[in-house]
């Protein structure tokens, strides 16, 4: 029973609760049975009262402006940056451990940013900030798998282009998705929705993700260079990335090409793949046998296909992935922090 009178379970607060991250961390919720003592479903003054249920029972939705934090153990961010930047601070002061979803905090020292699958230790004791940052979308898929390879080959370079699903704008961004794909159909030369997506998403693919930097590289490339740097605890990684927005709904792509120190033997490579945590292989070259967003299965692992090592420069290979965005990269490694917490006692 999720809902436990257990002292030792959390008293636990989701900002954000109505949209896409806050859903799908209800649902993980409930799909994993997260023991906790209370619930406090948070998100802005327009849907305060409106009610959701959490494994079977109903919550009202409470206005952030107003919520008390001294009234819960943990707080899970995902209303986006500037919420977080105001609110997370405050709600660590009022004695929350908050883990934070958006880009707020991830660079800052103090504030561990973790893939539990590839950097729990940073758990093992309270943060000074008293945040734990989840990290981007993408580079959560992509660190889980350059962490082995690391360490068996060393890695002179990843270059990587992504492909990103309209989810990653939250309910707004699926919805102006679907609406612009109905209207392009019905007079194919009229104008489309373009406000999440500029220009429109619908039939086209945009090469832009966040804002412009004066680098020339948006802030979503600058994200997945730092990040990984962070995650990885290796300060010089050469990653560098385009990343492209897709008439996808959900599940982000990647296509890695990844040089090594050495010479890859693609058996091994496969075996090392296949042998990490909640990562499946698509290992066959046949139509089918490779992920997609719509057939990739199970939505908490990260699926890689296309496998290929390259025959004049065998210190390098291509890796296609594909990972549900809004589980992955973002609610399920979220909640994935919160069990390692519990599990360390740390919470
Ligand atoms: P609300 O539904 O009340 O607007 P998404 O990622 O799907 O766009 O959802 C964003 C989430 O962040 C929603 O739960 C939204 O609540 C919440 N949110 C957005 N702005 C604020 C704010 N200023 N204060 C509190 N919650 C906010």
Known sequence: MPLTPSDT??????VGATGAVGTTL??????????YREIHLVASARSAGRELTVDGRSYRVAALDTFDFSTVDLAFF???GSVSRKWAPAAVAQGALVIDNTNAFRMDPATPLVVPQVNAH?????PDSGIIANPNCSTIPLV????????????????????????????AGMAELREATRVTLENPTG?????EFTPTLAFNVIPFVDELLESGFTLEEQKMLQESRKILGVPHLDVTTTCVRVPVVNCHSE?????????????????????????TVHDRDAIGGFPTPRTAGDPDHVHVGRIRVA??????????????????GAALNAIQIAEALTERGTL
């Open 26 to 35: 209800i649902e993980l919720i409930e799909e994993r049975g997260f023991p």
């Open 311 to 328: 025959p004049h420069n065998p210190r390098g290979f291509w890796l296609w992935l594909v990972s549900d965005n809004l589980r992955i």
């Open 144 to 171: 889980r798998l350059l962490r082995p390879i690391e360490d068996r080959w060393g890695i002179r370079q990843a270059v990587v282009s992504t492909y990103q699903a309209a989810s990653g704008r939250g309910h």
């Open 78 to 80: 995902s209303a986006g």
């Open 191 to 195: 104008d489309a929705p373009a406000e």
């Open 9 to 14: 379970a959390p008293r636990i607060a989701l």
């Open 255 to 279: 296509a890695a090409w990844i040089e090594c120190a050495d010479v890859v033997d693609r058996d091994e490579l496969v075996r090392l793949l296949a042998a990490q945590p909640e990562v």
């Open 122 to 126: 940073e758990l093992d004791r309270r």
